[in-house]
């Protein structure tokens, strides 16, 4: 059996009651392909209102998780907190949190691994800088990035790996189907000596950075690409057809 194709949608800090709610009835009404599972992330104050809106069957990733269970964390969600909620996924590592905020790959790993142990599913992100590509160090960066999670986690059947080049986020710049594939492909070819064969078979990798209704067409064709996570456009009614990708 084949890796499922998987769709996140990323709202960042974007929305309001109003749009959250014209979002998911959108989601709702529309026709999607029953093959691929539907994620959205909105900000975390609309998870609430996410869940209740959306139909069953689409699920809801909060766009950040903490790896400790409770305490004295200000302004920080627990893994119990978003199960109780009925919020089944987690984004970890966005490079805007990486980057903006400093989260290292040690820390990633941490969250990642208390969302798995708590029962969270996880869109783990990874990606490069455009300095860091320009020299050639895609592979190295991404992998080390990886090598940090398999440090602690031995369970990968709930994470879906979202390579999201930095150039290419929010920029319109999009690495090009061969460039994306070639890294999917070196991510896989890692899964299989790092962690395992059935990993490597089983884990589905997405894409993401500045995805589209014009370019997912073509990156959905290729062998590694398992989908996509979308940022802008997964809060306009085009992220249906991003969803669709796959459907003649």
């Known amino acids: ?28 009404s529309s026709k999607l392909d029953p093959n691929v599972e539907v994620v959205i992330a909105p900000p975390s104050l609309y998870l ?24 004295a964390f200000t302004g920080e969600i627990s893994v119990n907190q978003l199960k109780e909620s009925g919020i089944t996924w987690a984004v970890v590592g966005h490079s805007e949190r990486r980057v903006i905020l400093q989260e290292d790959d040690e820390f990633i790993a941490a969250k990642t691994k208390a969302s798995i142990d708590g029962g969270l599913g996880v869109i783990l992100c990874i990606g490069e800088s455009l300095e860091q590509r320009e020299a050639g160090k895609t592979i190295d960066v991404v992998t080390s990035q990886l090598t940090a999670v398999n440090a602690v986690v031995s369970d990968w059947t709930k994470i879906v790996i979202a390579y999201e080049p930095i150039w290419a986020i929010g920029t319109g710049k999009v690495a090009t189907t061969g460039q994306a594939q070639e890294v999917h492909a070196a991510i896989r070819k890692w899964l299989a000596n790092a962690v395992s064969q059935k990993a490597s078979d089983d884990t589905r990798i997405i894409y993401g950075g500045s995805v589209s209704e014009k370019n997912c067409r073509d990156l959905a064709r290729q062998p590694d690409i398992d989908g996509f996570l979308v940022g802008g456009a997964s809060l306009k009614p085009a992220f249906v057809d991003i969803i669709n990708s796959r459907l003649e």
Not at 6 to 27: A, R, Y
Not at 49 to 54: M, Q, V
């Open 48 to 71: 609430l209102l996410t869940r209740e809106h959306l139909h069953k069957g689409l699920e809801v990733a909060a766009q950040n998780v903490f790896d400790k269970p409770n305490g």
């Open 1 to 28: 059996m084949g890796r499922q194709f998987f769709v996140g949608g990323n709202f960042k800090m974007n929305g309001s009651v109003k749009s959250i709610v014209e979002i998911t009835n959108n989601l709702n």
